[in-house]
């Protein structure tokens, strides 16, 4: 069957910050055929080509002038158990959460604290998603991806993804080079359960949860994600826009005597990594507008489209305050969103 391709295409649904910017071509891809097909087909072989999964993390910050190739592969599977394991493949297509609500259900344990993190399983190792003391790394196996050169489906162990905070080798030495199509995680059947994080032992404590289950957790982690990320289906955004900055102890500690405030958590190697959403509010940021790009008004490290704000509009936004965080503090942050 021949391939559904659309022309000057609106990606204004297709990515969470609802910017209005339109590709050349567009085709959604879902299954292995389809994408021998589009990069096969010569009216593509010389045309710029980005991969779209959920759109939760890029800023359009123009048209695209080449294909837009959105990936829509479907399907979750056990495809192999241990005496203390499940693995489970999820192709690229499905939404995160979805996933997430999936190994819950069958109690596959590993997922909980990473529910409702907007976007599709297949752009979740890019940037190994986190959250809530968690990260993607800690509970994947391997994935499979389609190498765009070679025109072949390539595996990837952890250690091949060099996964870091918010980075893998897909967001950096890869980029561009390959299109991930399942993605294989590794759960546990007894659950291992990680409440360190603050805010989620004292959600757990307000709902009254005497005995703990990856259900409960997951409950937790969305009501505090409820309660102060905004929904992208009301508020156009893409989660963090920032990361939190790493700076030596040294550094922090010079920076205790003037702000002695400053929110900081130390890391494994002796390093600490500042909040950046606490630095941007004491820049005064925290739910400030210019015309309908704004910083929200409950995080700080959320950058939100409020009706029609331009993807330009809330990049300028962005250097504005990556710009006074520095004077302020000496600090570069650096953008975790994708701009293109
Ligand atoms: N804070 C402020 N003002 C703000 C926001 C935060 O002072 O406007 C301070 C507070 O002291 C708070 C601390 O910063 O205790 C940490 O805030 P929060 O728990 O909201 O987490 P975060 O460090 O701002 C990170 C991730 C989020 C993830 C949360 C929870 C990054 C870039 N962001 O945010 O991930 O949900 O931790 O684990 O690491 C995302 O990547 O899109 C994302 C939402």
């Known amino acids: 069957m021949a391939i559904n391709v659309r022309e000057d295409y609106s990606l204004k649904n297709l990515n969470t910050f609802g910017i209005d910017v339109s590709a050349r071509y567009f085709i959604e891809v879902s299954n292995l055929y389809e994408i021998n097909q589009v990069f096969e087909d010569s009216r593509f ?3 710029s080509k980005l991969i779209l999964g959920g759109g939760s993390n890029v800023l359009f910050t123009k048209n695209v002038d080449g294909l837009v190739i959105k990936n829509a592969i479907k399907g979750i599977e056990l495809v192999d158990e241990d005496e203390e394991h499940y693995f489970v493949k999820a192709n690229a297509g499905e939404v995160w959460h ?9 109690n596959y344990a590993g997922l909980e604290n990473l ?17 809530y003391g968690m990260e993607l790394k800690d509970s994947f196996k391997e994935l499979e991806a389609w190498n765009i050169k070679d025109k072949f489906i390539q595996k990837f162990n952890k250690d091949e993804c060099k996964f870091g905070y918010r980075e893998s080798v897909f967001k950096r030495e890869l980029r561009d080079q390959y299109l991930i199509t399942s993605v294989t ?38 009501a505090i994600r409820n309660s102060k ?36 958590y130390e890391l494994e190697n002796g390093n600490f990594k500042l909040a950046a959403g606490w630095l941007i509010e004491q820049c005064g940021w925290k739910g400030k507008t ?7 008004k409950l995080q700080a490290l959320v950058l939100v ?35 293109y």
């Open 45 to 47: 072989l010389k045309c």
């Open 98 to 106: 979805q996933l997430v609500m999936y190994c819950i259900e069958h």
């Open 115 to 131: 529910s409702l993190i907007p976007g599709c399983v297949g752009a979740s190792p890019m940037q190994n998603i986190g959250a």
């Open 185 to 222: 995680l590794k759960l546990n059947k007894k659950p291992n359960y990680n409440i360190n994080y603050g805010a989620l032992e004292k959600e757990l404590e307000a709902m009254g949860i005497q005995d703990l289950s990856i259900s409960a957790i997951s409950k937790a982690v969305c």
């Open 229 to 264: 990320l905004p929904n992208p289906s009301e508020i156009g955004n893409a989660g963090s826009f920032f990361k939190n900055p790493e700076v030596k102890r040294s550094n922090l500690e010079d920076m205790k005597t003037e702000f002695p405030n400053i929110v900081g």
């Open 290 to 296: 210019i015309g309908d790009a704004g910083v929200h």
């Open 305 to 339: 489209n409020y009706a029609n704000a331009r993807g330009s509009e809330l990049l300028d936004l962005s250097n504005q305050i990556i710009k006074s965080v520095n004077t302020k503090f000496g600090v570069e942050l650096e953008r975790e969103v994708n701009i």
